[in-house]
């Protein structure tokens, strides 16, 4: 009777363990991007942004951290000098790959784009910089 007990004991114990631990692996707030085109807009601000980069779906459902594991203003420290770099790099097609830089990033820092974009911004920029081997200055990326 005492072994039963302790059995029981011991399975009821790893049950609890068990869907536990699932409750802290699962994050909801982690976005799944199912297209390489990715569409960011906001109507209130009448902006929009759009990646079109094969692979990215793939790396950020892999790598990115779920939301708000980092604050708007971190999101936004990083962005303003990697996008800062990024608008450099492409008024100066001769000096830097054109293809990679075809297009400039309209990031004005006095409007407030909210979370979301500067997330996703955020991680296109890491996403860019680790794939490309590029280095857009000030921090490093990581993940």
């Known amino acids: 009777m005492k072994r039963i007990f302790l059995l029981l004991f011991a399975l009821v114990t790893i049950l609890i363990a068990c869907t536990a631990s699932q409750d802290k ?4 707030d982690k976005p799944k991007l199912e297209s390489d085109t990715i569409r960011i807009s906001n ?7 759009l990646i079109f980069d094969v692979g990215f779906s793939s790396w950020f459902n892999s790598f990115a951290k779920p939301r708000n594991y980092y604050s708007q203003s971190y999101l936004e420290s990083r962005n303003r000098v990697w996008v800062l ?7 100066q097609a001769t000096q830097y790959n054109a293809d990679m830089y075809a297009l400039s990033i309209d990031y004005q820092q006095n ?3 909210g979370y979301e974009v500067n997330y996703m911004l955020y991680y296109y920029l890491v996403y860019f910089q680790l794939t490309n081997n590029q280095r857009l200055g000030g921090f490093t990326p990581t993940l």
């Open 111 to 113: 409007i407030d784009y």
């Open 43 to 49: 109507e209130k601000l009448e902006y929009e942004v």
């Open 85 to 91: 770099e990024w608008n450099r790099r492409a008024i």
């Open 25 to 28: 692996m699962s994050f909801d």
